[in-house]
């Protein structure tokens, strides 16, 4: 029994020392746009628009299963920009005859001629595969994609033109915002992940070229994604998979986070919706790990790509050493010294909270939106409990998929919060 | 929020930009540790001669000594301060008696490892200084104020709580001071002062000065994250004291057991006897106030009259602000106030001091046609200080060499005759400065052999477990100057019997430094009685 209770508190210490560590590195992460003025200043973009626009534009919009409202809401936006010369591509899958209707339907609606619909016939359904069945339609210099929900700036094609002109990178990474913060403490949580995501980490990985990018809002010399040969059909991650590959290829990325340029997405609402998306997601990163691209890259490149793909799985651990830390406290008995010990990864996990807490006043600072409420911050405190089991659970989720092999797209609904009245009118006038 | 520019400017991302690198050895660097080295030769000077042993000296010793070896106190650990002030002492002395042996007094050794402190200090004073734009030969002046000033090289010798959460609070300040403004240098300076804190509870007074220089000078954009990682890091560091006392099962009051709720919390602030109102004479505050000023009234006089104008500079408003926050508890009526209290406030006078010098030198130099004036002014500052020098060198002399009132060697004295004379099976009650000399000589138990006096009287084991029969059980009481004023003061009557039952064997020293070893009459329960 003794022998029990030693490797319990071995056990309790053993996973609280890495944990610090991991957690500080977390906080330390997710603040780097805030480090310093330096920092701040350097991860402001402000688009400054050039006189005249260089590039042309092909946007890939997958949709699948989708409604007419969001698409019409989305292709809408894109259709309004206020760049001169946009191709939006819509590309469906063959066996999705509802969504094809709609895409005909606003084909047929579009008075532009600049929309286009691509027809994916693969019998994989998958968003890689309508991917690349779409880049063989795209004439542009520059591919973009847009998730089917986004809603985009007016201005982001021009700053994105004027960014490819200032700093001659072959990929630029948009911003993108969750505007339905306000439906639930999930969508709440949701949208200060991606607002740190976007405002913050991803300029600490783009700053040491080992950036993980998303799949919304991108944008790449075309000539650069032939070459190399479009999306890997069979990743769920296939942004991070391309993104490797990239970096593996010494190219580098640019991150413009400008608040009045970001694209508005929908958030999930409920906890299964969200615990669905971040199972897909896990699940995309252990098979980017499995398929080994990450090993071509140089030391520290390798190591920071790595802590991306691995972050999410390992911080699902927090949510189970307090438990263990009580636990082992109550049975053991441990030396004060070794007692207090366990309980020293509670400084980053409080950090984290109180750093969600000054995020969410930034992000609603940033955005324009009305000051954040204190209940808004009352839900920030008190769900992070059990987003830290809901963490756990997609990370297991993610884990017993892999080893099953089971990698359909599980993909997420769209409910539409995100449209305000404003955008559907637009778009009806378009459509 | 776009801007629109006719020409595109290149954006090139600042990281990728060489930076070139500072030499980390300047010329500020040398002056500061110079001025530190010579302030704290100054404090070494004779640290075993002036002042005078005070109690609380030996506790935090006696509890470090304790610490090394492996208890937070020899007795129960009653939450009277935290322990992270003697949890730093006890590797340092320990590392000093390394070197001194074991002959040292166990004191002595706690004030050597003082002088470090006030060497770390004094860094700090300078730095702070320079950081707030201060001219060097100004900041210089700050550490030769310290460093010449009788009341802070008295108190700086002292092996005092307060004189180890000074460079802590000092290096807090510091840091929030920081040009580069970086977030996490915000967060250190929190877990700094939170140290500080855990060091000496009272330095909490001048947390309102700290938050006002990281709201006036962290950027503006990135404040609130700045403010955030510095309340937390410096909470939690505070934090682990209640879960140390909470994993003790001591955190509130309970039977059979001390608290941190009862005996830490409300003894300090409720219980404790209150000190007087300053302005009536005769209270104890008034005189503690008179002693201060005795030691030293000029760097008081112009450090409050200094932080009147520190008010009116937005540079240096925060040291008034620290000043005049230090005088509150010392204006208020009743509760305690301890002796130790002014280390604290000594150095934000001098920069003060240099601060409101530094102005008047910059508006001189604003204002046209004042070559002179501006000239003038370190001269007339070069005069002052020389009158000042003239005024402080007999004072400091007198502390550096006098033999006078050589208490340590007539404790030392004392010592040595107890250690021949009495055994490890006698009971004898003991100042807390003897207790941990005394146990090295072989006397080791908390509760037999050297037993500190006041413990007789008030540890709960005392008459429950260790000494049932009160004063019957004592063999000797050595009695000091510090045991006659706690007498009466802490109602120690079971020591009080044990003394009416003595007789003196032996005295040492004289008036102040008087050491009395009484022997207590024979009872069947001493070791008198049992020979």
């Not at chain 1, 072959?170 to 999930?186: A, E, I, P």
Request: hydrophobic share 45%; aromatic share 10%; glycine share 8%.
């Amino acid at each position: 029994m003794q022998v029990l209770l030693n490797a319990l508190i071995g056990v309790n210490l053993a996973v609280s020392v890495p944990l610090l560590f991991l957690g500080l590195f977390t906080c330390y992460w997710t603040t780097y746009a805030w480090h310093s003025p330096e920092n701040f200043d350097e991860t402001t973009f402000v688009s400054q628009r050039a006189g005249t626009s260089r590039f042309s534009f092909s946007v890939i919009v997958p949709v699948r299963d989708e409604s007419l409202r969001v698409m019409s809401a989305t292709i809408g936006c894109l259709l309004a920009q206020t760049h001169d010369r946009v191709q939006a591509v819509l590309s469906v899958g063959h066996d999705d005859p509802d969504t094809l209707d709609h895409a005909f339907a606003l084909a047929k609606a579009d008075t532009t001629g600049r929309l286009t619909v691509s027809i994916s016939w693969s019998d994989v359904h998958n968003k890689p595969t309508q991917l690349n069945a779409a880049l063989s339609s795209c004439t542009g210099d520059i591919v973009g994609l847009l998730d089917a929900e986004s809603l985009s700036a007016p201005d982001l094609l021009s700053g994105v033109d004027t960014v490819f002109q200032q700093t001659g990178v072959s990929v630029v990474q948009g911003g993108v915002t969750l505007t339905n913060y306000r439906s639930s403490w999930v969508s709440l949580r949701s949208a200060l992940e991606y607002y740190a995501h976007h405002r913050s980490k991803m300029h600490f990985s783009a700053a040491r070229d080992a950036i993980l990018m998303g799949g919304n809002t991108v944008f790449f010399k075309r000539s650069l994604l032939e070459e190399l040969g479009g999306w890997d059909e069979s990743n769920l991650a296939e942004d991070a998979e391309i993104s490797l590959r990239l970096l593996s290829l010494g190219h580098s990325v640019t991150v413009a986070y400008d608040p009045n340029l970001v694209s508005k997405e929908e958030a999930p609402v409920t906890m299964r919706a969200w615990v669905k998306q971040r199972t897909r997601w896990n699940l995309g990163f252990l098979q980017t790990i499995s398929k080994g691209v990450w090993r071509e890259l140089p030391g520290r490149q390798r190591r920071l790509a790595l802590w991306h793909l691995l972050q999410p799985s390992l911080m699902s651990f927090t949510g189970l050493v307090f438990p263990l830390s009580v636990l082992s406290y109550f049975l053991c008995h441990p030396p004060l010294a070794l007692a207090m010990l366990t309980w020293v990864p509670l400084v980053p996990t409080v950090l984290a909270v109180v750093i969600e807490c000054v995020l969410l006043r930034s992000f609603t600072h940033d955005h324009g939106s009305q000051p954040a409420r204190v209940r808004d911050y009352v839900k920030v405190v008190l769900s992070t409990p059990i987003y830290q089991m809901m963490l756990s659970v997609s990370a297991i989720r993610a884990a017993v998929k892999f080893r099953r092999g089971d990698f359909r797209w599980d993909k997420t609904m769209h409910e539409g919060r995100h449209l305000v009245d404003g955008d559907v009118q637009l778009v009806e006038v378009a459509a | 929020m776009s801007t629109v520019l006719d020409q595109p400017s290149l954006h090139v991302p600042l990281h990728r930009i060489p930076v070139p690198k500072k030499r980390w050895w300047t010329a500020d660097r040398a002056l500061g540790v110079a001025l530190a080295a010579l302030g704290a030769t100054v404090v070494a000077w004779g640290l075993n001669l002036f002042p005078a042993l005070l109690g609380d000296e030996g506790i935090y010793t006696s509890q470090a000594f304790s610490t090394l070896h492996g208890e937070l106190t020899p007795y129960t650990y009653t939450y009277d301060h935290p322990f992270a002030g003697w949890l730093q002492l006890a590797p340092l002395q320990g590392l000093v008696r390394l070197f001194a042996g074991n002959d040292e007094l166990m004191v002595v050794s706690g004030r050597v490892v003082m002088v470090a402190y006030a060497f770390v200090s004094l860094l700090f004073v300078f730095h702070i200084a320079r950081r707030l734009g201060i001219r060097r030969v100004y900041a210089g002046l700050a550490v030769l104020l310290l460093t010449l000033s009788p009341l802070y090289i008295t108190e700086s010798r002292e092996v005092l709580l307060d004189n180890i959460a000074l460079p802590w609070v000092l290096g807090a300040f510091y840091l929030a001071l920081t040009p580069s403004r970086r977030q996490w240098l915000y967060g250190l300076s929190g877990m700094m002062f939170g140290v500080g804190v855990l060091s000496k509870e009272t330095v909490v007074i001048v947390l309102p000065a700290l938050a006002y220089v990281i709201w006036t000078r962290a950027y503006r954009p990135i404040r609130s994250m700045s403010i955030a990682s510095f309340v937390t890091l410096g909470t939690m560091v505070v934090l682990s004291y209640p879960l140390f006392a909470l994993l003790r099962n001591e955190l509130l009051p309970g039977p059979r057991h001390v608290s941190l709720w009862s005996n830490g919390i409300m003894y300090q602030l409720a219980s404790r006897k209150g000190s007087g109102f300053v302005f009536q004479p005769g209270s104890a505050r008034a005189g503690l106030v008179h002693q201060w000023l005795a030691l030293d009234t000029v760097i008081l006089a112009v450090g409050f009259g200094s932080a009147v104008a520190c008010l009116f500079i937005a540079r240096v408003r925060f040291i008034g602000l620290a000043i005049f926050l230090w005088a509150l508890p010392v204006l208020k009526p009743g509760g305690y106030l301890p002796q130790m209290y002014v280390v604290l406030v000594i150095p934000f006078c001098a920069l003060a001091a240099a601060g409101v010098v530094d102005a008047v030198g910059n508006g001189l130099a604003r204002t046209r046609g004042s070559r002179v004036t501006t000239r003038l002014l370190p001269v007339l500052v070069a005069v002052a200080a020389v009158i000042g020098l003239v005024n402080y060198i007999p004072k400091v002399r007198h502390i550096t060499t006098d033999r006078g009132n050589n208490q340590v060697a007539v404790t030392a004295q004392a010592e040595a005759y107890l250690k021949t004379r009495i055994t490890k099976a006698d009971n004898v009650l003991v100042d807390p400065s003897y207790w941990g000399d005394l146990v090295v000589a072989g006397l080791n138990h908390p509760w037999q052999g050297a037993i500190v006096y006041y413990q007789f009287d008030l540890d709960p084991l005392s008459s429950g477990q260790y000494m049932p029969q009160g004063w019957q059980d004592v063999d000797y009481v050595v009695e000091t100057n510090e045991m006659r004023d706690n007498l009466t003061a802490l109602g120690l009557t079971k020591l009080s019997a044990a003394i009416k039952h003595s007789t003196v064997v032996a005295r040492f020293g004289s008036g102040g430094t008087l050491v009395l070893v009484r022997a207590v009459e024979a009872t069947p329960y001493n070791q008198k009685g049992v020979r």
